[in-house]
DNA sequence: TACCGC
DNA sequence: AGCGGT
């Protein structure tokens, strides 16, 4: 028997038709993965035909690269958004982690593994972010903490900013998952803390945990 | 919605 | 077989 989801009948057309494809695309290809989810299953959700997605989206790759363009841009500018605050570095990485686990914890993991190997273009795009947005952030956020006095004044900003990318890097490698033990929100969160006690100052290490009371 | 081709 | 694409 086919579920259909009855929408309100014009929920005042408030989004566009693309938008309505890309929210509905993203929850589906969160809970239940790029390749379980056809263009069907999205046209039939979003009650329109699917050339009426084949108009907004050339194609399936294209789809799932916006739907993972649109997650990087909405992380990045929340991030940004903290840091540009006056002080705000340990706003920032509470709210880094809190994102990291918000939206990890939303991900199934499989649509990781999925989109490396099936939407190659779209895994590019992942790493084009790693290697600029979030290596600059990070070199910021270290540089604005030094002298802020939350980070030891004696750290490299750049050296460790690739060690913490390389700490994000290998707790996505595919070979992580196969192992059913493997918890990967977990782990990205224990890795965070990990790296931060190693380059805290006392003040920094207080201001982080008494920051991390307050926002979760 | 029917259909094709991968 | 079933999905992407027409």
């Known amino acids: ?8 009948p014009n929920s005042k057309e408030a989004l566009e038709t693309r938008e309505r494809i890309l929210e509905i ?3 589906q290809f969160a809970r239940f993965g790029v390749r379980t989810i056809t263009m069907e299953d ?3 959700q979003a009650g329109i035909s699917k050339k009426t997605i084949y108009q907004e989206y050339a194609d399936k790759r294209d789809l799932v690269k916006a739907v993972f363009a649109r997650i990087l841009e909405e ?4 991030l940004t958004f903290i840091l540009e605050t006056e002080d705000g570095v340990i706003e920032h990485l509470v709210q880094t982690s ?5 939206r990890l914890s939303s991900i199934n993991p499989m649509v990781i593994m999925e989109v490396q190997k099936y939407f190659p273009e779209a895994w590019r795009m992942f790493e084009e972010f790693k290697e600029h947005t979030i290596q600059t952030d990070l070199v910021n956020v270290l540089e604005k903490g030094k002298e802020l006095g939350y980070f030891r004044p004696e750290i490299d900003s750049l050296i460790l900013a690739k ?3 390389n700490q994000i890097t290998s707790a996505f490698d595919p070979s992580n998952f196969a192992n059913p033990e493997f918890n990967f929100v977990e782990e990205q969160l224990v890795l965070m803390d990990h790296f931060l006690h190693g380059i805290f100052t006392e003040k920094g290490r207080q201001a982080y945990h008494s920051q991390k ?4």
């Open 1 to 8: 028997m086919k579920v259909s989801i009855v929408l309100p």
């Open 25 to 27: 695309a993203t929850e």
């Open 42 to 44: 999205i046209a039939r």
């Open 75 to 78: 992380d990045q500018k929340r």
């Open 98 to 102: 809190k994102m990291m686990r918000e």
């Open 163 to 165: 060690v913490r990318m």
């Open 213 to 216: 009371e307050i926002l979760n």
